[in-house]
């Protein structure tokens, strides 16, 4: 008996300092950190947000003019005619008629044939010093082209691919996306995608659908 007094007696001195050094494991472990988590979070409202403002704003590409700047009447030809008012000084917007731009209202856009989405798939404006220019004779430093992607079914980003390979191939331009100089399409591809997964996921619409027509921004 007087043995296992002191034995329980060492038994309970090495449990509490068991438990003590378990508790000391525990408190080293360290907290996460409060200023990442809030910068993460920070991040996340920021990138939602310019998906957004993607998605009802629209997706534009800058296409740059390296030395011959075009005037309206070299644009007019984008439409597949002359506008007898004013004569093109040259040929190269002929070139793109295939596209089927056309004027509408005081800009260019390609009409949508469908009752599906907006009325217009595609914008075209001229620019002058980095802004869009309306009644305006010219000559322009670029031209830009915007697609609204809630307005219109995924399908017809299409469209927008087959507009950057017609310009890079028959106009003398350098071509900016985002704020960048570009020199393939990947990255207007992957914004793209991008901003229609930001639509199904986040805002729960199919882009050019009922619903989504139906949103404001």
Not at 32 to 48: A, F, S, T
Request: hydrophobic share 35%; charged share 35%.
């Amino acid at each position: 008996m007087k043995n296992i007094i002191p034995i329980f007696l060492i038994c309970s001195l090495l449990g509490c300092q068991s438990n003590s050094k378990k508790k000391e494991r525990i408190e080293l472990v360290p907290e996460p950190d409060k200023e990442l988590r809030e910068e993460y979070e920070k991040n996340m409202v920021m990138n939602n947000y310019k998906f957004e403002e993607l998605a009802f704003e629209g997706i534009s590409i800058d296409f740059k003019f390296k030395n011959d700047k075009p005037t309206f009447g070299d644009l007019f030809l984008i439409c597949g005619y002359d506008n007898p008012n004013f004569p093109a000084n040259s040929k190269e917007f002929e070139k793109l008629t295939e596209l089927k731009f056309e004027q509408v209202d005081d800009y260019f856009g390609i009409r949508n044939m469908t009752e599906i989405g907006d009325d217009v798939l595609v914008w075209l404006f001229p620019i002058i010093k980095d802004k869009e220019v309306y009644h305006n004779e010219g000559p322009y430093d670029a031209i830009r082209i915007n697609y609204v992607v809630i307005r219109n079914e995924k399908a017809k980003t299409k469209l927008i691919e087959d507009i950057y390979n017609a310009f890079y191939k028959h106009l003398d331009v350098d071509i900016y996306f985002d704020g960048n100089k570009i020199d393939d399409y990947s990255s207007v591809s992957k914004k793209l995608t991008e901003v229609i997964d930001y639509c199904e996921k986040e805002l729960k619409v199919e882009p050019g659908s009922d619903k989504a027509m139906e949103l404001e921004w």
